[in-house]
């Protein structure tokens, strides 16, 4: 089951688990729309992978299943992302 993290890892953007904006990697690391277009280029800082929309729980779901509340924010080192951002933001997330 995803955590469902409330911010952006990078920004610290809020991100509540009804967010349209909220980008997941295959290790839920999560980030907002507006950092994965326009800082990691849908490169994950963390693993190299690409960056899918994060599903919404619906809302009596989340009752019973809450999101996670610890926020973790870890603000991307631009310089050294950007070998791995640069090498893989041509290259398709199935091809990495």
Request: some cysteine; proline content about 8%.
């Amino acid at each position: 089951m995803l955590e469902i993290r409330p911010i952006c890892e990078n920004c610290g953007k809020d991100l509540p688990p009804d967010s349209t904006e909220a980008m997941i990697c295959t290790f839920e690391c999560t980030f907002c729309a507006d950092c994965v277009n326009n800082v990691l280029h849908n490169v994950c800082p963390n693993c190299g992978g690409g960056l899918e929309k994060r599903p919404v729980r619906p809302g009596v779901l989340l009752k019973k299943y809450p999101a996670e509340t610890e926020k973790l924010l870890k603000t991307v080192n631009l310089k050294s992302f950007a070998v791995l951002r640069d090498k893989n933001k041509h290259i398709e997330p199935s091809d990495r």
